[in-house]
């Protein structure tokens, strides 16, 4: 039973290696060191922060892990890539 501890834990160790992504890895919606945000307010749209930052509306929603979705809430938190 205790080699059958000691191997799980053996095996989980190296799973959490393996499975860390690169220190310089960006995942989606992970706003980098120094990004702007916004914060959607009433009546506001991706479409529209994103030309008034001056980025694509693809851009915006990568960035924020919104897929192909336009919706957002008041008080939303937007990284600007």
Known sequence: MADCQSLRNTI????????????????????????????????????????QYGVSLQQLRQANGLGHTNLVKTGQKLVIP
């Open 12 to 51: 989980y160790e190296h799973l959490k290696y393996i499975s860390a992504p690169p220190e310089n890895f960006l995942v989606e919606g992970q706003a980098r060191e120094g990004a702007h945000y916004h914060i959607i307010q009433q009546g506001e749209t991706v479409w529209r922060i994103a030309n």
